[in-house]
């Protein structure tokens, strides 16, 4: 079946713009998971969902990052009044519900923001 | 202190020779998991091996194996008889349970360069 897709795979934007990052999971996984990965750094992680809702989001960076989930399929994540320092890949993961036991993620090939 | 800590940032191997990447982490919650993930040039992030808290066996997948050592907290992946295409970077994470549901953490990772 198909992979875990994302779009775009590379968004370039003006400081202070918004931009919208979308992923779409495995079919039947009910997990997902946002991460990014800054040039030459490991993944730093971000949020992720359990069906529609994101128990944690402490791992948002700032205010300015937002994420949603909807039908528990695709998800979106929004960077608001985006900054030179959001400039990363960001990368999007799916994986089966945790009461499987099966951990282990699957990630799309990421999206590449480059801000201006 | 760092969850997950890989010291070696770049390692040489001869084709078709083992070779051993290591991982440490740190965390005071019971249950946990380890996995390791390779990411080629291409950027893509490939789920290679996982290991749980309690599993008494250490985890093989193919050419991969997780050398677990628990009192040491110590989760090093072995890649036997290395290949031209094992060349990547390789990253050590752990999920370990929290208040709302679970964490992942990332290592800086290690690059791999295969010799022909």
């Known amino acids: 079946g198909a992979g875990v897709s994302q779009s775009p795979s590379n968004k370039v934007t003006e400081k202070g713009k918004d931009v919208e990052l979308r992923c779409d999971p495995i079919?039947?996984?009910?997990?997902l998971y946002w991460y990014r990965q800054s040039l030459g750094q490991g993944l730093e992680f971000l949020i992720y969902?359990?069906?529609?809702?994101?128990?944690?989001k402490s791992g948002l960076p700032s205010d300015r990052f937002s994420a949603e989930r909807t039908g528990g399929s695709v998800s979106t994540l929004t960077i608001q009044r985006t900054q030179q320092e959001d400039s990363a890949v960001y990368l999007c993961?799916?994986?089966?519900?945790?009461?499987?036991?099966?951990?282990?993620?699957?990630f799309g090939p990421g999206t590449r923001l480059t801000v201006t | 202190a760092q969850k997950i800590t890989q010291t070696q940032p770049g390692m040489f191997v001869q084709e078709k020779e083992a070779v051993t990447l290591d991982c440490t982490y740190d965390?005071?919650?019971?249950?946990?998991?380890l996995f390791w993930y390779k990411q080629p040039s291409s950027g893509e992030m490939i789920f290679l091996i996982y290991?749980?808290?309690?599993?008494?066996q250490n985890a093989t997948e193919g050419r991969y194996s997780l050398n677990f050592q628990k009192a040491r907290k110590s989760a090093n992946l072995v890649i036997s008889a290395s290949q031209l295409g094992d060349s990547a970077m390789y990253f050590c994470?752990?999920?370990?349970?929290?208040?709302?549901?679970?964490?992942?953490?990332f290592g800086t990772g290690t690059s791999l360069t295969v010799i022909p």
């Open positions: 993961a799916s994986s089966l519900a945790w009461d499987s036991g099966r951990y282990e993620q699957y």
């Open positions: 079919s039947g996984h009910t997990a």
């Open positions: 969902f359990q069906g529609n809702s994101a128990p944690d």
């Open positions: 965390t005071s919650d019971p249950s946990y998991g």
């Open positions: 290991q749980g808290s309690y599993d008494q």
């Open positions: 994470a752990m999920r370990e349970a929290t208040d709302t549901g679970n964490q992942f953490y």
